[in-house]
């Protein structure tokens, strides 16, 4: 096991209630797997990453419980000095928006080189001459002539292709993704994903591939994590989710999904309702009120994890019945 994620909280001041942004998440990693992190936005998932990494602003954010174990060591003890060691050597993070991440005064030589002197203590010219292979190993066209440009000289899908070579740069152990695609044409998504798992596989690393688009897990990704309102509600085998959701939000993701090659001519469902206010939290399941089959006991009580099969888990109180509900027997109407 490489990481383990343990009953992780993390709060965000409000003007009232604390905001629960991340509140008791828990996942393992394994060595050389990818595993996607899904759900809407503001469902917790970049800030699950962030939190991995010590890196949620303070205030307004705070960490305030659980264990994050990176090879035994849980990262939520470490020192600064032993945080700013393993950020960039042994755990690697691409962030949401390279033009944003990157420094827009710094050459991108300078930004790739500034790693593997700090965290390997090569020379100038070695770490020059790294740098060169890494933009050639993530298919950067003129390599040297981009090392002495700046972000706004790049376009989006260089700009990520820039990230994912300074992720890449000290062999790390683990990558963090989050939302890597999203400022990128559909084209452009493609080429830096097909690159990203193949570099991924090469070099043995784990990635944890923080997303909403189901198609990019559903390629990329071995096993899926479905996050809503700051909880892991369902965890499973990529195939075993997509055949058999057991829980109503992971069923109500995957018909939003266009199908043209299975279901053509199928309408699209969307998801009624908004996902709830984090400070405000409603009593029960926090999907009760966008669920269709929601029922008393979903109002009242808050269901927990609870194994439905082989290394397939989900928080619903009816994920037993899952199946018949779709079918639509026994509708909540009638149970309530």
């Not at 899904?38 to 990494?53: A, D, F, H, N, Q």
């Not at 990558?175 to 596989?201: C, G």
């Not at 939290?281 to 999907?287: A, K, Q, R, V």
Request: glycine share 10%.
């Amino acid at each position: 096991m490489l990481l383990e994620v343990n009953d992780l909280r993390t709060y965000f001041e409000g003007e009232g209630n604390d905001v629960k942004a991340v509140d008791g998440v828990s996942f393992v990693i394994e060595r050389g797997e990818t595993v996607g992190l899904v759900g809407e936005s503001g469902s917790g998932k970049s800030v699950s990453g962030l939190s991995i990494m010590r890196l949620v602003p303070c205030p307004p954010g705070r960490i305030v419980g659980g264990e994050v174990r990176f090879e035994g060591v849980d990262l939520l003890q470490a020192t600064p000095d032993q945080m700013r060691r393993i950020r960039g050597k042994e755990i690697a993070m691409i962030f949401q928006e390279p033009m944003t991440s990157l420094n827009p005064v710094l050459t991108i030589g300078r930004q790739i080189t500034e790693i593997l002197r700090r965290h390997l203590g090569l020379s100038h010219h070695d770490a020059k001459e790294q740098a060169i292979g890494l933009l050639k190993q993530v298919q950067m066209g003129n390599p040297e002539q981009r090392l002495s440009q700046y972000p706004h000289h790049l376009s989006g899908g260089m700009r990520q292709r820039v990230m994912f070579a300074m992720a890449l740069a000290c062999k790390p152990k683990l990558i963090l993704a989050d939302e890597p695609t999203t400022a990128l044409d559909v084209t452009i998504q493609a080429q830096v994903l097909e690159m990203m798992s193949e570099l991924s596989a090469r070099f043995g690393v784990a990635m944890i591939l923080v997303t909403h688009n189901l198609g990019v897990v559903a390629r990329y990704a071995n096993r899926v994590h479905v996050m809503y309102a700051g909880k892991v509600v369902e965890k499973a085998a990529t195939q075993e989710l997509f055949e058999n959701p057991r829980h109503p939000y992971t069923l109500g993701l995957l018909r939003s999904v266009p199908r043209p090659d299975v279901e053509p001519g199928r309408r699209l469902e969307p998801i009624s309702g908004s996902p709830p206010d984090l400070s405000e939290l409603p009593s029960g399941c926090s999907y009760h009120p966008r669920c269709p089959f929601a029922t008393d006991l979903c109002r009242t009580e808050e269901p927990a994890l609870m194994s439905v099969g082989a290394g397939h888990e989900s928080a619903c109180w009816h994920a037993g019945e899952l199946d018949l509900l779709r079918a639509g027997a026994g509708r909540p109407e009638a149970r309530r």
